[in-house]
T-cell receptor
Framework: DVKVTQSSRYLVKRTGEKVFLECVQDMDHENMFWYRQDPGLGLRLIYFSYDVKMKEKGDIPEGYSVSREKKERFSLILESASTNQTSMYLC????????????????FGPGTRLTVL | LAKTTQPISMDSYEGQEVNITCSHNNIATNDYITWYQQFPSQGPRFIIQGYKTKVTNEVASLFIPADRKSSTLSLPRVSLSDTAVYYCLIEGGGNKLTFGTGTQLKVEL
């Protein structure tokens, strides 16, 4: 089974702190994603990476950055956390699609619930 | 990017068929439609994907009309364990991913 793990299930930080959320996948997937999930808004893509050291902005990249130094690890960084970044953060990975499908099935981690005080 | 609309919630009883519709009026020619299921305290998991007409697997069917401006996830004979949030996703590849706001399905005895 594909396993995607996230470093913390719950995290509480203070405004202005630098926050690192870590995600690791064990299936040698090329693609990795970071989403945030908020009530009434569903999942929104923050950043996407299709290879080591490669990244693309999603719908809501403002206030976030990412790092992918190794294939299995994708980090989300909040340079200066703010209260409006309180949310559930979900990481996902997928293989590179070798068919007409634009994206192969995504496998999600359990999520990190971040609270910024 | 495509925008999606789903009902906020639906209620059903065990053994019934449930149909959840997602509207995506500005879907692009090359976009695919995918549905995910999410239980509390877990990440979403893949249910089914399609491009046009009908797709069926062991757990669900996906109906997509010719104009592709909507899609319907059909769950046959639901059980209590199908209580979850269901998301439609319009996939255009890479960072072109638009999830719906989700439909909370509640199944009762």
């Amino acid at each position: 089974d594909v396993k995607v793990t996230q470093s913390s299930r719950y995290l509480v930080k203070r405004t202005g702190e630098k926050v690192f959320l870590e995600c690791v996948q064990d299936m040698d997937h090329e693609n990795m994603f970071w989403y945030r999930q908020d009530p009434g808004l569903g999942l929104r893509l923050i950043y996407f990476s299709y290879d080591v050291k490669m990244k693309e902005k999603g719908d809501i990249p403002e206030g976030y950055s990412v790092s992918r130094e190794k294939k299995e690890r994708f980090s989300l960084i909040l340079e200066s956390a703010s209260t409006n970044q309180t949310s559930m953060y979900l990481c996902a990975s997928s293989s590179r699609s070798g068919t007409a499908r634009p994206t192969d099935t995504q496998y999600f981690g359990p999520g990190t619930r971040l609270t910024v005080l | 990017l495509a925008k999606t609309t789903q009902p906020i919630s639906m209620d059903s009883y065990e053994g019934q068929e449930v149909n959840i519709t997602c509207s995506h009026n500005n879907i692009a020619t090359n976009d695919y439609i995918t549905w995910y299921q999410q239980f509390p305290s877990q990440g979403p998991r893949f249910i089914i994907q399609g491009y046009k007409t009908k797709v069926t697997n062991e757990v669900a069917s996906l109906f997509i009309p010719a104009d592709r401006k909507s899609s319907t996830l059909s769950l046959p004979r639901v059980s209590l364990s199908d209580t979850a949030v269901y998301y439609c996703l319009i996939e255009g590849g890479g960072n072109k991913l638009t999830f719906g706001t989700g439909t909370q399905l509640k199944v009762e005895l």
